[in-house]
DNA sequence: CAATATATGGACCAAATGGTCTTTAATATC
DNA sequence: GATATTAAAGACCATTTGGTCCATATATTG
């Protein structure tokens, strides 16, 4: 998973491959059938981690606001340092290969729309908590949110500034937390 | 620059550059030295483009608040229906090469930087024009703009919804406009 | 028209690509 | 301990990669 997480499916090379995994081209051929399978795996392995981790932060607890911070907290974190410009492999394969692969595609796709229904779940539950000002719709902050954390990702490829992050985050809650 | 655009640095091949500039091997070469200097004429001119088109929308004019919807406008345009699946160059590029080519990775900091600094003083003017909600600093919401377009290209490529990314546009501006 | 400079087309190249296959080693089963 | 089964190693393959080079048109200039 790290090396095309690190390189892209195009930059990573079979021998960079089995040199990652620490196989023989036949045992690797064997067991993934080919370069494409293999990452897929590596692709499945990478959104269930996040999703995971994102049921860990958003799951139900006493303050849903908090759970939302949570969550912004760690993309700071993950858009800073070595960590942002490393970046993700989810944004990376979404530019790279979701116009020419579709089972990538479907597979992102489904990615951030579940992303989109975690947010607007704790955001739902933040609001009926009277934690959110008045007048925002879960669903679309939930997009906004969606939206504004890839693009974190994005930029933060070429400029991981931990302070930026954070006050882009702040900003932002500012205004729709009461 | 199109097929740059389309297939990236490493997903487009020699043949592929050879028709999409009707050249021949030799006066490609010729021209631009190898396929890596055709890609940052290629980026440059992409870049150039974008820049101009912030100039345009952003540019002094009577109301510096409908310059910056207008500029979000266009973000719409950009990540909905077929132009939303095509994506963009700067995105795709900083997610493939950024963090292994340093002309590259200049390049897009550089111009992440300049689209930040001009929607910093297009929103300075706007709330000097008393545009602005009170309490927020242009500089964190022209980086938070940023990102946030920015994330709107990368959920384009997938769920290129101009529903969607109006109501993101929206949310955001009835939150920081007064 | 002749001579020269320029640009074009594509043959050609070495290296790297993803993928297969056979040989060899290791492991498990009897 | 002999045999059967599995897995590892890497030789090997066709294709494609980015890149060079030369022979031939095509202008350009005298």
Redesign the pocket.
């Known amino acids: 998973m790290g090396v095309f997480w690190s390189c892209g499916?195009?930059g990573?090379?079979?021998?960079?491959?089995l040199e990652a995994t620490?196989?023989?081209?036949?045992?690797?051929?064997?067991?993934f059938?080919?370069?494409?399978g293999?990452f897929l795996r590596a692709l499945d392995r990478y959104i269930d981690d996040a999703l995971a981790r994102l049921d860990s932060e958003l799951g139900p607890r006493d303050n849903a606001l908090t759970g939302v911070r949570t969550c912004l907290a760690g993309y700071v974190d993950r858009t800073s340092g070595v960590a942002g410009k490393r970046g993700c492999l989810v944004v990376a394969t979404a530019m790279e290969l979701a116009a020419h692969d579709i089972e990538v595609e479907q597979r992102i796709r489904r990615f951030f729309k579940t992303m989109e229904t975690r947010l607007t779940g704790a955001l739902a539950r933040a609001q009926a908590a009277g934690q959110l000002a008045d007048g925002v719709e879960p669903a679309s902050v939930a997009r906004l949110l969606l939206c504004l954390v890839e693009g974190m990702r994005v930029v933060g490829k070429t400029d991981p500034d931990r302070a930026a992050s954070q006050a882009v985050v702040k900003t932002l809650i500012d205004r729709f937390a009461k």
Chains 1, 2 share one sequence.
């Open positions: 499916y195009h990573t090379s079979l021998p960079d491959l620490n196989l023989s081209r036949g045992s690797l051929y064997a067991a059938g080919d370069k494409h293999l």
